[in-house]
């Protein structure tokens, strides 16, 4: 007798063997037990969630001759049939390859007919939102209104491409992702019933890789057993076979790029590789561990929300505490994007080694985050600074200073001491971009008006293409306005989230001594009463101004 497979092996005979759709199992039998079903169902959701199965439970449970609270009994002869895929009851379609119109007019030319036998036919079309839009219209008149022994349920992982007329005559059931912890328990079960022998850690780990999905659990579990037949089930094995990394190489992965220890970092990379770990699998293994850290620094994490073992929500804990959120929101970020360049690039090492360089290295980046970075490590750097080492720069400068006094001093005998004095200030002072007049200096906004360009010259980035797209005007002799039109909302945004007025406060200063405020408005936030334009320009122009 030939092998077969778990997941069909296992495969749901009644509600009460579905595993976590509890509300959508609950309604089902209630309406079974009832006798008010409807005749057409939606079911939504992601693979392997239950969706075929459930909808052939049904299929039982409303042809069922001696139901038991809303399930089939699974031992009449309409179950027996139907389980068995030999009954005219049940009828499954495959909308990805029967999904044009005739294939739609075959079956409401065969819904004319009543059963033979049982009460009701079941219509089960599987990914739905594969049918063409004319199979669709074909399709909705019968759907709306069935003949009182027909059923249809209608299956899909993509229910956005349902047309709402299809879905507005059906009544939804979404089916949401299986928690891991679910999925381990039943593998257990399964497990025990087929006498095997497995480690905890082993099935537990499986379940985290099949994401939600019953299905692709079972079907891990399966390429498993037979990797390792005969033998306990490890957790070693396990990752052997997946082609996935223990998890303590993402911990000491973790530790190196907080730290910026690139050389370790990439011997971890290449013991990975080395082993035959997929690139694309690792890296998505990675991210799910930094979500984990990134949840406990935040909010503290829980056990269930994180969906690890005892064991390692501590481990998690103990790390999370080691690491700065903003390192974590970076690089999770920069692991986004190699896995979506890792789907599409045959240079799958490179990009990964180049990435977790790039990581080690915030400089080689001129992003935000890629700047927020540079300034953590500056800080960690400083961290172990005395203050005496600190102020050593500043005690040889003023050395220097006083030098150079002392020789303009001997060069020239006939300067006097106040003289003297000002040399050494205008040394110790910082370089200023352009000398400033006095005029100026008072009125800070028409300096930056002026030196506008220059200024942006000194910024780079994003920042300084966000910059460049507002208009420049003087509030008043301290205050610039930075105004941005409704169409660039999301540069104005940018703009005010970043807090790039006050960088440029600080440019400013840095560049040209003097204090000057900005204030960024989008164009429905600017009114004429608040516009200290108007009244500078009123108090130069004597004739009446009037705003159009």
Same mark, same amino acid.
């Given at each position: 007798m030939s092998y077969t497979a778990l997941y069909r092996k296992f495969r749901p005979a009644s509600f009460d063997e579905v595993k976590g759709q509890d509300p959508i199992v609950r309604t089902l039998k209630n309406q079974v037990a009832s006798g008010h079903t409807g005749h057409a169902y939606l079911f939504c959701g992601t693979r392997g969630t239950g969706k075929t199965s459930v909808a052939k439970v049904l299929a039982k449970a409303v042809n069922c001759e001696q139901p038991v609270d809303g399930n089939p009994c699974n031992t009449c002869a309409m179950c027996r049939e139907i389980a068995a895929g030999a009954s005219m009851n049940a009828i499954e379609i495959d909308a990805a390859s029967n999904n044009g119109v005739d294939n739609i007019r075959q079956v409401i030319e065969e819904v004319a007919y009543p059963p033979a036998k049982g009460r009701y036919k079941v219509y089960i079309i599987d990914e739905v939102h594969m049918l063409s839009t004319g199979a669709f219209n074909a399709l909705l &008149?019968?759907?709306?209104?069935?003949? +009182? $022994?027909?059923?249809? %349920?209608?299956?899909?992982?993509?229910a956005h491409k349902v047309?709402?007329? *299809?879905?507005?005559?059906c009544q939804r059931y979404d089916f949401r992702r299986i928690a891991a912890d679910e999925i381990a328990a039943h593998l257990k079960y399964l497990a025990r019933q087929e006498q095997l022998s497995f480690e905890d850690k082993a099935l537990e780990y499986i379940a985290r890789q099949a994401d939600g999905a019953m299905r692709d659990a079972l079907s891990l579990l399966d390429q498993c057993i037979a990797f390792n037949f005969g033998g306990t089930l490890a957790y070693d094995k396990v990752l052997e076979v997946l082609g996935t990394a223990d998890t303590g190489r993402f911990y000491a992965l973790t530790d190196a790029l907080f730290a910026a220890d690139a050389? &370790?970092?990439? =011997?971890?990379?290449?013991?990975?590789?080395?082993? /035959?770990?997929?690139?694309? +699998?690792?890296?998505?293994?990675?991210?799910?561990?930094?979500? =984990?850290?990134?949840? #406990?620094?935040?909010?503290?994490? #829980?056990?269930? *929300?994180? /969906?690890?073992? +005892?064991?390692?929500?501590?481990d998690i804990r103990e790390q999370a505490e080691r690491v700065d959120t903003s390192f974590l929101?970076?690089?999770? =970020?920069?692991?986004?994007e190699l896995s979506a360049t890792l789907r599409v690039t045959t240079q799958k090492r490179v990009m990964t080694e180049v990435c977790m360089i790039r990581l080690c290295h915030p400089e080689m980046g001129e992003d935000i985050e890629s700047l927020e970075e540079r300034v953590r490590h500056l800080e960690q750097r400083l961290e172990g600074v005395s203050a005496a080492e600190l102020s050593l720069p500043r005690q040889t400068a003023a050395q220097n200073v006083m030098a150079q006094a002392a020789r303009a001093a001997t060069q020239a005998p006939q300067t006097d001491a106040k003289t003297t004095d000002e040399t050494a200030l205008a040394a110790e002072a910082p370089k200023q971009e352009k000398a400033v007049q006095p005029q100026e200096a008072s009125d800070g906004a028409a300096l930056v008006e002026r030196e506008w360009g220059r200024i942006l010259s000194g910024i780079r980035g994003m920042e300084k293409n966000m910059l460049e797209e507002a208009k420049v005007s003087a509030d008043d002799?301290?205050? %610039?306005?930075?105004? $941005?039109? &409704? #169409?660039?909302?999301?540069? $104005?945004n940018y703009v005010v989230q970043f807090h790039l007025a006050d960088k440029l406060t600080a440019l400013v200063k840095k560049k040209y001594g003097v204090e000057v405020g900005f204030r960024v408005v989008l164009a429905d936030q600017i009114s004429p009463e608040k516009d200290h334009r108007m009244e500078r320009l009123q108090s130069i122009v004597t004739i009446p101004i009037e705003e159009e």
């Amino acid at each position: 007798m030939s092998y077969t497979a778990l997941y069909r092996k296992f495969r749901p005979a009644s509600f009460d063997e579905v595993k976590g759709q509890d509300p959508i199992v609950r309604t089902l039998k209630n309406q079974v037990a009832s006798g008010h079903t409807g005749h057409a169902y939606l079911f939504c959701g992601t693979r392997g969630t239950g969706k075929t199965s459930v909808a052939k439970v049904l299929a039982k449970a409303v042809n069922c001759e001696q139901p038991v609270d809303g399930n089939p009994c699974n031992t009449c002869a309409m179950c027996r049939e139907i389980a068995a895929g030999a009954s005219m009851n049940a009828i499954e379609i495959d909308a990805a390859s029967n999904n044009g119109v005739d294939n739609i007019r075959q079956v409401i030319e065969e819904v004319a007919y009543p059963p033979a036998k049982g009460r009701y036919k079941v219509y089960i079309i599987d990914e739905v939102h594969m049918l063409s839009t004319g199979a669709f219209n074909a399709l909705l &008149k019968t759907l709306e209104e069935p003949p +009182a $022994y027909v059923m249809f %349920i209608l299956a899909t992982t993509e229910a956005h491409k349902v047309p709402v007329t *299809i879905m507005s005559r059906c009544q939804r059931y979404d089916f949401r992702r299986i928690a891991a912890d679910e999925i381990a328990a039943h593998l257990k079960y399964l497990a025990r019933q087929e006498q095997l022998s497995f480690e905890d850690k082993a099935l537990e780990y499986i379940a985290r890789q099949a994401d939600g999905a019953m299905r692709d659990a079972l079907s891990l579990l399966d390429q498993c057993i037979a990797f390792n037949f005969g033998g306990t089930l490890a957790y070693d094995k396990v990752l052997e076979v997946l082609g996935t990394a223990d998890t303590g190489r993402f911990y000491a992965l973790t530790d190196a790029l907080f730290a910026a220890d690139a050389a &370790k970092v990439l =011997n971890l990379i290449d013991e990975t590789f080395s082993e /035959g770990k997929e690139p694309g +699998a690792f890296v998505s293994d990675l991210i799910w561990h930094l979500r =984990n850290l990134l949840l #406990t620094r935040v909010s503290g994490g #829980t056990q269930d *929300i994180l /969906g690890v073992s +005892a064991e390692d929500f501590a481990d998690i804990r103990e790390q999370a505490e080691r690491v700065d959120t903003s390192f974590l929101m970076h690089a999770i =970020n920069m692991l986004s994007e190699l896995s979506a360049t890792l789907r599409v690039t045959t240079q799958k090492r490179v990009m990964t080694e180049v990435c977790m360089i790039r990581l080690c290295h915030p400089e080689m980046g001129e992003d935000i985050e890629s700047l927020e970075e540079r300034v953590r490590h500056l800080e960690q750097r400083l961290e172990g600074v005395s203050a005496a080492e600190l102020s050593l720069p500043r005690q040889t400068a003023a050395q220097n200073v006083m030098a150079q006094a002392a020789r303009a001093a001997t060069q020239a005998p006939q300067t006097d001491a106040k003289t003297t004095d000002e040399t050494a200030l205008a040394a110790e002072a910082p370089k200023q971009e352009k000398a400033v007049q006095p005029q100026e200096a008072s009125d800070g906004a028409a300096l930056v008006e002026r030196e506008w360009g220059r200024i942006l010259s000194g910024i780079r980035g994003m920042e300084k293409n966000m910059l460049e797209e507002a208009k420049v005007s003087a509030d008043d002799a301290s205050h %610039i306005r930075l105004s $941005y039109a &409704k #169409t660039a909302e999301f540069t $104005y945004n940018y703009v005010v989230q970043f807090h790039l007025a006050d960088k440029l406060t600080a440019l400013v200063k840095k560049k040209y001594g003097v204090e000057v405020g900005f204030r960024v408005v989008l164009a429905d936030q600017i009114s004429p009463e608040k516009d200290h334009r108007m009244e500078r320009l009123q108090s130069i122009v004597t004739i009446p101004i009037e705003e159009e």
